[in-house]
Nanobody, 112 residues
């Protein structure tokens, strides 16, 4: 399963970004999808996950209330909308399918 993450960038503190994760050649609808992040010098941290139907979501305390994970199975895409971004959100963000398959990271940099 090849996952393609996109949507990262440089944003000022307080700004917003929406990350996307797509799989051009395989259906994601049967996978629980997750977002992780890894800041320089730190381990990989789970950020959020969403059930196959989209009816159940979970968030790390560090992003709860500021982020929304969603999926559009018709578009075969999972999203992570992040608001009120903080410098400590700076990291490479990775999507994961079924706790098995990883995409390449997309870099989020939040300036103070």
């Amino acid at each position: 399963v090849q996952l393609q993450a996109s949507g990262g960038g440089l944003v000022q503190a307080g700004g917003s970004l929406t990350l996307s994760c797509a799989a051009p050649r395989v259906s994601l609808e049967n996978y629980v999808m997750s977002w992780f992040r890894q800041a320089p010098g730190k381990g990989r941290e789970g950020v959020s996950c969403i059930s196959t139907s989209g009816g159940s979501t979970n968030y790390a305390n560090s992003v709860k209330g500021r982020s929304t994970i969603s999926r559009d199975n018709a578009k075969n895409t999972v999203y992570l909308q992040m608001n009120s971004l903080k410098p400590e959100d700076t990291a490479a963000y990775f999507c994961n399918a079924g706790n098995r398959f990883w995409g390449q990271g997309t870099q989020v940099t939040v300036s103070s």
